[in-house]
Antibody, heavy 116, light 109 residues
Framework: EVQLVESGGGLVQPGGSLRLSCAASGFTFSTYAMHWVRQAPGKGLEWVSYISSSSGSIFYADSVKGRFTMSRDNAKNSLYLQMTSLRAEDTAMYHC?????????WGQGTLVTVSS | DIQLTQSPSFLSASVGDRVTITCRASQGISSYLAWYQQKPGKAPKLLIYAASTLQSGVPSRFSGSGSGTEFTLTISSLQPEDFATYYCQQVNSYPPLFTFGPGTKVDIK
Protein backbone atom coordinates (compact mmCIF):
# COMPACT_ATOMS: atom_id res chain seq x y z
CA GLU A 1 0.00 0.00 0.00
CA VAL A 2 1.33 3.41 -0.96
CA GLN A 3 1.83 5.62 2.07
CA LEU A 4 3.09 9.18 2.36
CA VAL A 5 3.41 10.52 5.89
CA GLU A 6 4.39 14.13 6.50
CA SER A 7 5.91 15.48 9.69
CA GLY A 8 7.70 18.53 11.01
CA GLY A 9 4.93 21.08 11.00
CA GLY A 10 4.19 23.36 13.92
CA LEU A 11 3.93 26.93 15.13
CA VAL A 12 6.76 29.24 14.08
CA GLN A 13 7.26 32.99 14.30
CA PRO A 14 7.43 35.16 11.20
CA GLY A 15 10.95 35.06 9.81
CA GLY A 16 11.56 31.65 11.30
CA SER A 17 12.45 28.34 9.72
CA LEU A 18 11.00 24.86 9.63
CA ARG A 19 11.91 21.59 7.95
CA LEU A 20 9.17 19.30 6.75
CA SER A 21 9.68 15.61 6.02
CA CYS A 22 7.67 13.09 4.05
CA ALA A 23 8.26 9.38 4.63
CA ALA A 24 7.30 7.21 1.67
CA SER A 25 6.53 3.50 1.69
CA GLY A 26 4.78 0.88 -0.40
CA PHE A 27 6.40 1.83 -3.70
CA THR A 28 9.81 2.36 -5.30
CA PHE A 29 10.36 5.91 -4.14
CA SER A 30 13.47 6.48 -6.25
CA THR A 31 11.51 6.14 -9.50
CA TYR A 32 8.90 8.82 -8.82
CA ALA A 33 8.87 12.58 -9.10
CA MET A 34 7.45 14.21 -6.00
CA HIS A 35 5.77 17.46 -5.05
CA TRP A 36 4.82 19.63 -2.12
CA VAL A 37 1.37 21.16 -2.31
CA ARG A 38 -0.16 23.38 0.34
CA GLN A 39 -3.62 24.46 1.35
CA ALA A 40 -4.25 27.52 3.50
CA PRO A 41 -7.13 27.16 5.98
CA GLY A 42 -10.43 27.26 4.09
CA LYS A 43 -8.68 27.86 0.77
CA GLY A 44 -7.82 25.91 -2.37
CA LEU A 45 -4.77 23.91 -3.35
CA GLU A 46 -1.48 25.62 -4.22
CA TRP A 47 1.46 23.80 -5.78
CA VAL A 48 4.71 24.63 -3.96
CA SER A 49 7.56 22.64 -5.47
CA TYR A 50 8.61 19.70 -7.63
CA ILE A 51 11.60 17.40 -7.60
CA SER A 52 12.45 14.79 -10.20
CA SER A 53 13.21 11.21 -9.24
CA SER A 54 16.98 11.76 -9.32
CA SER A 55 16.88 15.32 -7.88
CA GLY A 56 18.19 16.54 -11.24
CA SER A 57 15.32 19.00 -11.68
CA ILE A 58 13.76 21.07 -8.94
CA PHE A 59 11.21 23.82 -9.45
CA TYR A 60 9.37 26.20 -7.12
CA ALA A 61 6.30 28.37 -7.19
CA ASP A 62 7.16 32.05 -7.39
CA SER A 63 5.60 32.57 -3.95
CA VAL A 64 8.30 30.46 -2.26
CA LYS A 65 11.27 30.78 -4.61
CA GLY A 66 14.44 31.76 -2.76
CA ARG A 67 12.94 30.87 0.64
CA PHE A 68 12.10 27.16 0.35
CA THR A 69 14.43 24.31 -0.62
CA MET A 70 13.14 20.91 -1.65
CA SER A 71 15.30 17.81 -1.47
CA ARG A 72 15.04 14.05 -1.26
CA ASP A 73 17.04 11.08 0.02
CA ASN A 74 16.20 8.06 -2.09
CA ALA A 75 18.17 5.77 0.23
CA LYS A 76 15.89 6.80 3.10
CA ASN A 77 12.68 6.99 1.02
CA SER A 78 12.26 10.53 2.26
CA LEU A 79 11.33 13.93 0.91
CA TYR A 80 12.10 17.24 2.56
CA LEU A 81 11.10 20.88 2.44
CA GLN A 82 13.35 23.37 4.17
CA MET A 83 11.37 26.56 4.74
CA THR A 84 13.06 29.82 5.77
CA SER A 85 11.97 33.45 6.11
CA LEU A 86 8.47 32.21 6.85
CA ARG A 87 5.55 34.60 6.49
CA ALA A 88 2.00 34.60 7.77
CA GLU A 89 0.80 33.71 4.27
CA ASP A 90 2.79 30.46 4.41
CA THR A 91 0.34 29.18 7.03
CA ALA A 92 -1.17 26.05 5.51
CA MET A 93 -1.45 22.30 5.53
CA TYR A 94 1.51 20.98 3.54
CA HIS A 95 1.02 17.76 1.59
CA CYS A 96 3.60 15.69 -0.22
CA UNK A 97 2.34 14.04 -3.39
CA UNK A 98 3.64 11.41 -5.78
CA UNK A 99 3.98 11.38 -9.52
CA UNK A 100 3.57 13.82 -12.38
CA UNK A 101 1.00 12.77 -14.94
CA UNK A 102 -0.83 11.84 -12.88
CA UNK A 103 -0.13 12.97 -9.34
CA UNK A 104 -1.80 9.95 -7.87
CA UNK A 105 -1.15 9.71 -4.13
CA TRP A 106 -1.10 12.38 -1.47
CA GLY A 107 -0.19 12.38 2.18
CA GLN A 108 -2.58 13.67 4.84
CA GLY A 109 -0.41 16.70 5.44
CA THR A 110 1.37 18.53 8.23
CA LEU A 111 0.14 21.88 9.48
CA VAL A 112 2.45 24.89 9.47
CA THR A 113 1.29 27.97 11.36
CA VAL A 114 3.29 31.17 11.07
CA SER A 115 2.28 33.58 13.82
CA SER A 116 3.77 35.70 16.55
CA ASP B 1 0.99 31.18 -16.79
CA ILE B 2 -2.05 29.04 -17.44
CA GLN B 3 -5.05 29.85 -15.27
CA LEU B 4 -7.91 27.46 -14.55
CA THR B 5 -11.45 28.49 -13.71
CA GLN B 6 -14.21 26.22 -12.50
CA SER B 7 -17.95 26.57 -12.67
CA PRO B 8 -19.99 26.54 -10.65
CA SER B 9 -18.01 27.37 -7.51
CA PHE B 10 -20.80 25.91 -5.40
CA LEU B 11 -23.43 23.35 -6.29
CA SER B 12 -26.34 22.10 -4.22
CA ALA B 13 -27.68 18.72 -5.36
CA SER B 14 -29.63 15.70 -4.19
CA VAL B 15 -28.69 12.04 -4.04
CA GLY B 16 -29.29 10.53 -7.48
CA ASP B 17 -28.78 13.79 -9.37
CA ARG B 18 -26.52 14.05 -12.41
CA VAL B 19 -23.86 16.65 -11.71
CA THR B 20 -21.52 18.38 -14.16
CA ILE B 21 -18.58 20.59 -13.25
CA THR B 22 -16.69 22.59 -15.87
CA CYS B 23 -13.04 23.57 -15.87
CA ARG B 24 -11.75 26.14 -18.35
CA ALA B 25 -8.11 26.89 -19.11
CA SER B 26 -6.79 30.29 -20.14
CA GLN B 27 -4.99 28.60 -23.03
CA GLY B 28 -4.97 25.19 -24.63
CA ILE B 29 -3.55 22.39 -22.49
CA SER B 30 -4.20 19.51 -24.92
CA SER B 31 -5.60 16.63 -22.85
CA TYR B 32 -3.54 16.82 -19.71
CA LEU B 33 -6.09 17.61 -17.07
CA ALA B 34 -6.86 15.80 -13.84
CA TRP B 35 -9.74 15.93 -11.37
CA TYR B 36 -9.47 15.47 -7.61
CA GLN B 37 -12.01 15.03 -4.85
CA GLN B 38 -11.30 16.40 -1.40
CA LYS B 39 -13.30 15.89 1.76
CA PRO B 40 -12.79 18.06 4.86
CA GLY B 41 -9.59 17.25 6.70
CA LYS B 42 -8.54 14.71 4.09
CA ALA B 43 -5.96 14.58 1.32
CA PRO B 44 -7.13 15.08 -2.26
CA LYS B 45 -8.03 11.89 -4.09
CA LEU B 46 -7.32 11.43 -7.80
CA LEU B 47 -10.48 10.66 -9.78
CA ILE B 48 -9.67 11.28 -13.44
CA TYR B 49 -6.44 11.96 -15.31
CA ALA B 50 -5.59 12.75 -18.92
CA ALA B 51 -9.03 14.36 -19.10
CA SER B 52 -11.00 11.12 -19.32
CA THR B 53 -9.08 8.19 -17.79
CA LEU B 54 -10.69 6.86 -14.64
CA GLN B 55 -8.19 6.21 -11.83
CA SER B 56 -8.14 2.64 -10.62
CA GLY B 57 -10.71 2.01 -7.90
CA VAL B 58 -12.82 5.08 -8.67
CA PRO B 59 -16.51 4.31 -9.25
CA SER B 60 -17.69 4.39 -12.85
CA ARG B 61 -20.31 7.04 -12.07
CA PHE B 62 -17.44 9.50 -12.38
CA SER B 63 -16.40 10.46 -15.90
CA GLY B 64 -14.36 13.18 -17.54
CA SER B 65 -14.28 14.69 -20.99
CA GLY B 66 -12.88 17.59 -22.95
CA SER B 67 -9.72 18.88 -24.56
CA GLY B 68 -8.06 22.14 -25.38
CA THR B 69 -9.51 24.71 -23.02
CA GLU B 70 -12.77 23.18 -21.77
CA PHE B 71 -13.17 20.09 -19.63
CA THR B 72 -15.99 18.54 -17.65
CA LEU B 73 -16.35 16.19 -14.71
CA THR B 74 -19.65 14.37 -14.56
CA ILE B 75 -21.10 12.34 -11.71
CA SER B 76 -23.91 10.33 -13.26
CA SER B 77 -25.83 9.62 -10.06
CA LEU B 78 -24.68 11.50 -6.98
CA GLN B 79 -24.11 9.34 -3.92
CA PRO B 80 -23.93 10.46 -0.26
CA GLU B 81 -20.18 9.92 -0.20
CA ASP B 82 -19.70 12.26 -3.19
CA PHE B 83 -20.43 15.42 -1.25
CA ALA B 84 -17.01 17.08 -1.32
CA THR B 85 -14.96 19.73 -3.08
CA TYR B 86 -13.68 18.97 -6.57
CA TYR B 87 -10.56 20.48 -8.13
CA CYS B 88 -9.23 20.37 -11.65
CA GLN B 89 -5.48 20.45 -12.22
CA GLN B 90 -3.20 20.88 -15.21
CA VAL B 91 0.53 20.15 -15.56
CA ASN B 92 2.84 22.11 -17.86
CA SER B 93 4.97 20.09 -20.22
CA TYR B 94 8.15 21.78 -19.01
CA PRO B 95 8.92 22.93 -16.46
CA PRO B 96 6.48 20.60 -14.72
CA LEU B 97 4.63 23.27 -12.79
CA PHE B 98 1.06 22.67 -12.06
CA THR B 99 -2.02 24.72 -11.48
CA PHE B 100 -5.25 23.94 -9.69
CA GLY B 101 -8.67 25.33 -10.34
CA PRO B 102 -10.33 27.17 -7.44
CA GLY B 103 -12.60 24.24 -6.61
CA THR B 104 -16.30 23.37 -6.76
CA LYS B 105 -18.03 22.48 -3.53
CA VAL B 106 -20.86 19.97 -3.94
CA ASP B 107 -23.29 20.17 -1.06
CA ILE B 108 -26.47 18.40 -0.08
CA LYS B 109 -29.71 20.07 -1.14
Amino acid sequence: EVQLVESGGGLVQPGGSLRLSCAASGFTFSTYAMHWVRQAPGKGLEWVSYISSSSGSIFYADSVKGRFTMSRDNAKNSLYLQMTSLRAEDTAMYHCARGLRPVDYWGQGTLVTVSS
Amino acid sequence: DIQLTQSPSFLSASVGDRVTITCRASQGISSYLAWYQQKPGKAPKLLIYAASTLQSGVPSRFSGSGSGTEFTLTISSLQPEDFATYYCQQVNSYPPLFTFGPGTKVDIK
